[in-house]
């Protein structure tokens, strides 16, 4: 049992390592041709928007709230980052030390942050709690356009570029890793049993609001931590980038990667935010096409692409070594492994 | 309305003129009871007599307005109902409430929170700690299925097993969280008799083994006179009769109530 856990855990580190190493190499060999610091801008972006949505999908997709007000939550890690940054840079840390401090600050501001909101907010339901945090992300934005250190409404300048393509990547490594944890743990199964059923939790003596309010508060931090690496990377930013449509697209990444699957949102995250930028060449139609591609997945995969199934190489692997038929025609939701395949919502 | 339990020591649970009302109605009328260990009571009464108001009053859904509930000796009202639950009252749903789309294992194991104390941090970095808890409730709910014959229907997703199993789950998911006193909401509803005798055998057997005392709301008569030992009538929020199954199924009062007064007695006053 140990042992295969061992195994996996391994395995998943091994192939996340094959990954970095693949793009890594493009990076630096030019793989791309001119467009290589392009792409590799848009692989960056993709990691740092890959924590701000598996994050927002604990709350859509595991504890089945809606959440509009994500961006308010990166903004408040973005800007105390950037802060803390500039607050400790030339007090002797590394380049990667003062990185990982003032990432850690933003995530801890933004989740004591999620756990005010949450307290009051969390006795709400559906499109109510949707309402109050919306609002919640307004009034932080408001907020930060008039406050001084946060450039009272101008551009947020001069903010350290600290944030690389590799330590993005394993930055968002470690958070998705961990959000996997909670969620295959006793917390991860009381906020689903919240989901399904929220009476019949409480009758199996579940702390309803406890844990709706710290998965809110864990699922905030890593908003905040997805926000600081974001302001180190940008290194400039004005409130409103952190405007209702951030949150909304936040939001729409979830459900097209698949609310409840933390692979499905890594996915939809990378596609999403890769998909306008490859879509340049249409020029002033791309937003178009981006509009009907959302549609199109929404259409025929009304869950999210992988609904609520996770990807997993343990699993591919035992696929591909017990049976040796073509793995290209095998469907991955009805292995013996997924009992709790795909279905839409 | 004599009280007929033998009292040798504090009762499971004692509720004291429990009463609730809503606007001008009275859902539940000075509701008074006492179950003893091991104990199983039946609650009966037409619809809308208030008996799962009753429950919801004594699992803490709704806050009675006035009387007081005991378990064992402890006062409980005004607590919210994940303490309640905690301090030992478990209870089905009328109508089936399972986490659906979660395993029938994982619905057991989500009521399992008493046995867990692993913090945050331990379940991060996976502590030996956490295994072991994990690998102990993972045992305990597989011993909890088999009790209610659900064995290795582990990893079906709730929703997809047939009704009769799905009600049997939630009495597992019940158990789970170490109930002294379990309420059962028609239990038997929508069951077909074989279903019906299997439940029944469940029942004794948890009665047996894990000494809890069962508090059964049934509109099934056949199946609370046999297997009932006190029965407790309701009708309109009030208790009109309690006692034996064979009392109360001849007190002229219950009679009344489930099918009316006979022509020829019926008085000026009703």
């Given at each position: 049992?140990?042992?295969?856990?061992?195994?996996?855990?391994?395995?998943?580190?091994?192939?996340?390592?094959?990954?970095?190493?693949?793009?890594?190499?493009?990076?630096?060999?030019?793989?791309?041709?001119?467009?290589?610091?392009?792409?590799?801008?848009?692989?960056?972006?993709?990691?740092?928007?890959?924590?701000?949505?598996?994050?927002?999908?604990?709350?859509?997709?595991?504890?089945?709230?809606?959440?509009?007000?994500?961006?308010?939550?990166?903004?408040?890690?973005?800007?105390?980052?950037?802060?803390?940054?500039?607050?400790?840079?030339?007090?002797?840390?590394?380049?990667?030390?003062?990185?990982?401090?003032?990432?850690?600050?933003?995530?801890?501001?933004?989740?004591?942050?999620?756990?005010?909101?949450?307290?009051?907010?969390?006795?709400?339901?559906?499109?109510?709690?949707?309402?109050?945090?919306?609002?919640?992300?307004?009034?932080?934005?408001?907020?930060?356009?008039?406050?001084?250190?946060?450039?009272?409404?101008?551009?947020?300048?001069?903010?350290?570029?600290?944030?690389?393509?590799?330590?993005?990547?394993?930055?968002?490594?470690?958070?998705?890793?961990?959000?996997?944890?909670?969620?295959?743990?006793?917390?991860?199964?009381?906020?689903?049993?919240?989901?399904?059923?929220?009476?019949?939790?409480?009758?199996?003596?579940?702390?309803?609001?406890?844990?709706?309010?710290?998965?809110?508060?864990?699922?905030?931090?890593?908003?905040?931590?997805?926000?600081?690496?974001?302001?180190?990377?940008?290194?400039?930013?004005?409130?409103?980038?952190?405007?209702?449509?951030?949150?909304?697209?936040?939001?729409?990444?979830?459900?097209?990667?698949?609310?409840?699957?933390?692979?499905?949102?890594?996915?939809?995250?990378?596609?999403?935010?890769?998909?306008?930028?490859?879509?340049?060449?249409?020029?002033?139609?791309?937003?178009?096409?981006?509009?009907?591609?959302?549609?199109?997945?929404?259409?025929?995969?009304?869950?999210?692409?992988?609904?609520?199934?996770?990807?997993?190489?343990?699993?591919?692997?035992?696929?591909?070594?017990?049976?040796?038929?073509?793995?290209?025609?095998?469907?991955?939701?009805?292995?013996?492994?997924?009992?709790?395949?795909?279905?839409?919502? | 309305?004599?009280?007929?339990?033998?009292?040798?020591?504090?009762?499971?649970?004692?509720?004291?003129?429990?009463?609730?009302?809503?606007?001008?109605?009275?859902?539940?009328?000075?509701?008074?009871?006492?179950?003893?260990?091991?104990?199983?009571?039946?609650?009966?009464?037409?619809?809308?007599?208030?008996?799962?108001?009753?429950?919801?009053?004594?699992?803490?859904?709704?806050?009675?307005?006035?009387?007081?509930?005991?378990?064992?000796?402890?006062?409980?009202?005004?607590?919210?109902?994940?303490?309640?639950?905690?301090?030992?009252?478990?209870?089905t749903?009328?109508?089936?409430?399972?986490?659906?789309?979660?395993?029938?294992?994982?619905?057991?194991?989500?009521?399992?929170?008493?046995?867990?104390?692993?913090?945050?941090?331990?379940?991060?970095?996976?502590?030996?700690?956490?295994?072991?808890?994990?690998?102990?409730?993972?045992?305990?709910?597989?011993?909890?299925?088999?009790v209610v014959h659900?064995?290795?229907?582990?990893?079906?997703?709730?929703?997809?097993?047939?009704y009769g199993q799905q009600r049997r789950l939630e009495i597992a998911?019940?158990?789970?969280?170490?109930?002294?006193?379990?309420?059962l909401?028609e239990p038997a509803a929508g069951m077909n008799p074989t279903e019906t005798e299997e439940l029944l055998e469940i029942i004794d057997y948890i009665?047996?083994?894990?000494?809890?005392?069962v508090?059964l709301?049934e509109?099934d008569?056949?199946l609370?006179?046999k297997i009932?030992?006190?029965?407790?009538?309701?009708?309109?929020?009030?208790?009109?009769?309690?006692?034996?199954?064979?009392?109360?199924?001849?007190?002229?009062?219950?009679?009344?109530?489930?099918?009316?007064?006979?022509?020829?007695?019926?008085?000026?006053?009703?």
């Open positions: 049992m140990t042992k295969a856990i061992k195994w996996s855990y391994l395995l998943n580190l091994v192939g996340v390592a094959a990954v970095f190493a693949i793009l890594s190499a493009l990076f630096a060999f030019n793989g791309f041709g001119d467009s290589t610091t392009y792409v590799e801008g848009v692989c960056t972006t993709a990691c740092y928007t890959i924590i701000m949505v598996a994050s927002l999908n604990l709350v859509v997709g595991f504890m089945g709230e809606f959440s509009l007000g994500h961006a308010g939550f990166v903004s408040v890690g973005a800007y105390v980052s950037a802060i803390t940054s500039s607050a400790l840079a030339g007090k002797g840390l590394s380049d990667l030390a003062l990185l990982l401090v003032a990432v850690l600050a933003g995530g801890i501001a933004a989740g004591i942050a999620g756990v005010l909101v949450g307290i009051p907010a969390l006795r709400l339901r559906g499109d109510y709690l949707a309402i109050v945090t919306m609002a919640f992300a307004e009034i932080i934005r408001v907020v930060f356009c008039n406050l001084e250190i946060t450039g009272g409404g101008r551009t947020m300048s001069g903010i350290l570029r600290l944030s690389s393509f590799g330590r993005t990547f394993w930055i968002m490594v470690v958070c998705v890793t961990v959000m996997f944890l909670f969620v295959r743990s006793r917390f991860g199964r009381t906020v689903q049993a919240i989901r399904e059923d929220y009476i019949a939790a409480e009758a199996a003596g579940i702390n309803v609001t406890f844990y709706k309010v710290l998965t809110f508060a864990v699922s905030s931090f890593f908003a905040g931590i997805g926000g600081g690496v974001y302001a180190h990377y940008m290194t400039a930013m004005i409130p409103t980038n952190f405007d209702f449509n951030y949150s909304a697209e936040l939001l729409s990444e979830v459900i097209i990667g698949g609310t409840g699957s933390l692979t499905g949102s890594i996915i939809g995250a990378a596609f999403l935010s890769a998909l306008p930028e490859l879509m340049r060449q249409f020029s002033k139609y791309r937003m178009l096409a981006y509009s009907v591609v959302l549609v199109l997945v929404m259409l025929f995969r009304p869950g999210g692409i992988f609904g609520r199934w996770e990807f997993s190489l343990t699993r591919l692997l035992h696929k591909l070594t017990r049976r040796k038929e073509n793995a290209a025609t095998a469907d991955p939701t009805d292995g013996p492994a997924a009992p709790l395949a795909q279905k839409g919502e | 309305m004599a009280e007929k339990t033998i009292q040798t020591k504090t009762p499971i649970l004692r509720a004291q003129n429990l009463g609730i009302q809503f606007g001008g109605l009275k859902a539940v009328d000075s509701f008074s009871i006492e179950i003893g260990e091991s104990e199983l009571v039946g609650l009966i009464g037409p619809n809308g007599a208030g008996k799962t108001t009753v429950f919801n009053l004594i699992t803490g859904v709704y806050k009675p307005t006035e009387g007081s509930f005991y378990l064992c000796g402890q006062r409980m009202n005004g607590k919210k109902t994940h303490q309640i639950v905690r301090a030992g009252i478990a209870r749903f009328q109508n089936i409430r399972l986490f659906k789309k979660m395993t029938v294992i994982d619905n057991v194991k989500a009521a399992m929170l008493e046995h867990l104390t692993y913090g945050l941090p331990q379940a991060i970095f996976r502590t030996p700690r956490f295994w072991s808890e994990e690998a102990e409730i993972t045992r305990r709910a597989k011993e909890l299925l088999a659900l064995s290795g229907k582990e990893n079906l997703e709730a929703d997809n097993l047939p998911r019940a158990l789970a969280t170490d109930m002294k006193l379990l309420l909401d009665r047996d083994t894990f000494k809890v005392s508090l709301i509109h008569m056949s609370v006179m009932c030992e006190r029965i407790q009538v309701l009708d309109f929020g009030s208790t009109i009769a309690s006692g034996t199954p064979a009392e109360v199924a001849n007190n002229p009062k219950v009679i009344e109530a489930y099918l009316g007064k006979p022509r020829k007695e019926r008085g000026p006053d009703a």
